[in-house]
């Protein structure tokens, strides 16, 4: 099945919120810990020629160990996307940097000396060697150091995840300056210039030489491959976000774009309706778009859901006389006035079970919702007597217009302002239709118990879109229902004498309507999940949502935050505080564990 039911485009504000968010602070933690390796620095042979002796020096060798960074502080300086990689444009780079540190070094030298001393022309010179074996402490300074960490983001079909790849991290030291030991055998030559030289290039290649790939993909492997291509919303139900047509793209080099399956399941079976969609790749937000990234939700997913919230038995209900507000409506005695048929049960309760034929089926189209916004409009574009009439329609929905205007007739709203109120409450929306079976046990001790069985045609309008976190932290474009019609139709009886074929017309409202209301409710909170990374949570006040043709469009910005994330790999993530140093008045960046 060729399906693409959920597709997204993350721009250049996405990328570099992503990249500073997760790398920032969990980078300049792990780098203000890393130790610069030892290293055996190898001294040429040299002379040193004064008056009256010569020595020689031969097998020198430094041996720099314990090492530490002092002053280090990296932060985070910016990611580039590169137009290499498979496929082009799936490598990012991202640039750590830090200021002027030094280091600190336990430095031992060895070598050997040979020297010889003439003492006048006519006395042979007195000779000895020696095999010296000296150590300091070693503080070479750094103008700074930039850490480049080139990583690939691809997709797993094997594990069906998504991640991030560090493909090396490499960090660069520059200006050493090598301040050697005021007590070593390597200050004072006639070449000591030289040997600074040798001195410094060597320090300089040992900080260089720090392994930063490790730790940092130790925090990318981590955090990052969290986008799992499965996101469980409970109850057995998971949404799969397997690669679609679109796959995983980096056009120009300018962002990424994923096209999804965006495809329900229940247990081990997979949703398979009619006519799959293949929704089209949003465009990548601008580099000058506050949003950092675009969505679309085909209808088929959001039905999707809907079918394992079927599955599930999510949809069945089962309502005796504690399970209402008023008792006395799962009454036989209730009805008996009504229908004398009930008369011969006495008072005996009833049990109303509600059960869904087929799983709700939900459509796009034009809808008419009278809310508190269209109403407030409203009252300043009609008479006060005709918006006096209009006040018994707030909160109701309609998805027929005919059935719409029938309820303003019947009301005796003027036909001249139909249009006015038309144009107020219109607009694009999704309507679920579905199928229930209602029927009334009565619990009179016989076997079978007596019943009534109805079939009820639902209409639902999908409302109030919005963002948010399910409860196990599953990002998800979430929704609730306004009911906008429920037609009963008498289907059959058991119970002797049962004349009034209409029962139900009075009956759900009463038994079934709200509780009914409650199992969709809960449905809409769970919602259609979208595939984002674990600690990322959409920022509401800066998300906008509209319905197209056969999908939902989502713009919208996100936030970061860490107590989402599993505990394992919480403790990866460092979140970046600036303090002032009261000795020096300097700003430093610290870098504390998330909570």
Partial sequence: MTVQGVTLAIGKKGIEFFSQSLVSGAAVKKLQNLTPPSNTINI??????????????????????NGRLNGFNPSYSSVAQGSGGTPAGNQFQLILSAGGFSATFDWRETYEKYTCFNSGDMVPPSCNTTYPDKSFSYNPGFGGMTVTVPTEFVYN?????????????????????????????????????????????????????????TPISQILSGVLKSIDGNTDLGNGIKFNYALGPGGLGFPNARG????????????????AGDKPPVLPIPAVPADSDDHFMNIYVSDWSINGLSWAYFKAGLLNLTLTPSDLPNPSAL????????????????????????????????TFQQVWLFTTAAMTLLQSQLPASVYQMLMAFSGNAYASLSTLESAMTDTQIPPQYFATIENAVSQK???????????????????????????LQRTDIMTDLSLGTTATNAQSMMFSFANASNQVTFKSTTIPGFSKKNFGDFVWPVVGESSYATAMQGMGQRGVAIPIAQGFSFLLTHSTLSVQEGYISIATQ?????????MAVRGLVHTLVHKRDDETGLMRVYAIAAE
Avoid: H, W
């Avoid at 996100?558 to 599993?566: D, I, N, R, V, W």
């Fill in 44 to 65: 040429p042979d040299f002379m040193d020629v004064g008056f009256g002796y010569m020595s020689s020096y031969s097998n020198f060798k430094i041996q720099l160990s």
């Fill in 157 to 213: 079909a094997t594990t069906n995840t998504y991640s991030f790849n560090v493909t090396a991290a490499t960090g660069a030291a520059s200006g050493p300056v090598a301040n050697i030991p005021g007590g070593s055998a390597v200050n004072g030559q006639t070449s000591a210039g030289c040997f600074s030289t040798k001195v410094s290039d060597a320090t300089a290649s040992a900080i260089s030489n720090i392994d930063f790939k």
């Fill in 256 to 271: 990424v774009t994923v096209g999804t399956t965006g495809v329900a399941s229940y247990g081990s079976e997979i949703y």
């Fill in 331 to 362: 009454k036989a005695a209730t009805y008996a006035a009504y229908e004398p048929a009930f008369k011969q049960y006495g008072n005996v309760a009833l049990t109303a079970l509600i059960s869904p034929l087929d799983a709700p089926v939900t």
């Fill in 429 to 455: 929306g999704k309507v679920t239709n579905q199928t229930m079976e209602l029927q009334i046990l009565v619990e009179n001790g016989a076997t079978p118990r007596p019943n009534l069985v109805f079939d």
């Fill in 558 to 566: 996100l936030e970061f935050k860490p107590a989402q994330l599993p």
